[in-house]
C-alpha cells in the first residue's frame, strides 16, 4: 500500500535492511513494507563484488530476492542521485505479475561481470562471498 505523496521501489542489493546504503534510503524517510521476488525473467551480475546489477531477459530468466519500500517522491531522485553508475529506475514485474518502480543495471555495466543469478539474489551471494 502507497502513502499518499508516496512511491514504491524494489530494491535488490545494497539499498536492501541492514546492508551499507540502507541508510540512504532512510534518510529519505523511506519505509520498508516487504520482501518479495521478482517473476522469473531477471538475471543478476555482481559488479565488482561492491553491489549487484538486475536485468530483465527476454530467455532463461530467474526470480530475484527483493525488498519493496514506501518513499517520499522527493526522495526517489536523491536516492538516484546517490546509486552508482549505470544503475537505473525501471519496471519490476514481481512473481504475483504486479509492477513496480526499481533498480535496474544498464547493460553495459555488467559486460565482463560476474553473473550471479545463481544465487537468488544478493544476500545469498554476499553471505557465500563471507563464507570464502
Not at 11 to 16: D, E, Q
Not at 109 to 119: D, N
Request: with cysteine; proline share 4%.
Amino acid at each position: 500500500m502507497t502513502l499518499a505523496g508516496n512511491c514504491e521501489i524494489a530494491v535488490n542489493g545494497t539499498l536492501m535492511q541492514g546492508l551499507e546504503l540502507n541508510i540512504n534510503l532512510q534518510a529519505v524517510g523511506a519505509v520498508f513494507i516487504i520482501e518479495a521476488i521478482t517473476a522469473p525473467i531477471y538475471r543478476l551480475w555482481s559488479i565488482d563484488d561492491r553491489h549487484p546489477a538486475m536485468m530483465r531477459v527476454s530467455a532463461d530468466g530467474r526470480s530475484i530476492a527483493l525488498e519493496i519500500w514506501s518513499l517520499p517522491l522527493a526522495g526517489l531522485a536523491k536516492i538516484l542521485q546517490q546509486e552508482p553508475a549505470g544503475l537505473c529506475i525501471g519496471k519490476i514485474k514481481l512473481a504475483d505479475n504486479s509492477e513496480v518502480l526499481g533498480v535496474l543495471g544498464e547493460p553495459f555495466l555488467c559486460e565482463g561481470q560476474r553473473e550471479i543469478t545463481e544465487f537468488g539474489g544478493w544476500r545469498n551471494y554476499i553471505a557465500i562471498l563471507s563464507e570464502l
